[in-house]
């Protein structure tokens, strides 16, 4: 929204037949639970990082 508000404000300054683009990042992942609901974590495959090194 903010994006779009700050073309708003400026739209005016723009010359007739300019091409203006708005990035709107819409895509959920500020809310990370939402997010965390899409994925799928997964199985652990090792218990210790002793088992490795």
């Known amino acids: 929204a903010t994006a779009y508000a700050g073309f708003l404000k400026q739209k005016s300054t723009l010359d007739s037949g300019e091409t203006c683009v708005v ?31």
């Not at 990370?32 to 899409?38: D, E, P, V, W």
């Open 23 to 53: 990035l709107l990042t819409g895509n959920g992942l500020k809310d990370t639970n939402s997010a965390a609901k899409n994925i799928i974590l997964p199985e652990k495959s090792i218990n210790s990082l002793d088992e490795i090194s």
